[in-house]
């Protein structure tokens, strides 16, 4: 499952520095998350750091790109292997 910024996101640029995947860049008017980047932390982190640190919670799971903990830790070995 990717994440998904929602537009109560106040632009506080805490959640773009924590992502370990560089998923999250500033769109137009917010954030927003790259989903085939976004891994939900698995590989690097218990929880998603983004999620931890936002201070309006506004990150939840995107519902077009629902994925397994098992495809996320294969997408995030895929990510690893090409950095």
Known sequence: MA????????????CEPVCPNDAIYQGLEIYEIYPNLCTE????????QCVEVCPVDCIPIDPNNIESNAKLLLKYKKLQEKS
């Open 3 to 14: 994440l998904i910024i929602t537009d109560d996101c106040i632009n506080c640029d805490v």
């Open 41 to 48: 932390c698995v590989g690097h982190f218990d929880r998603p």
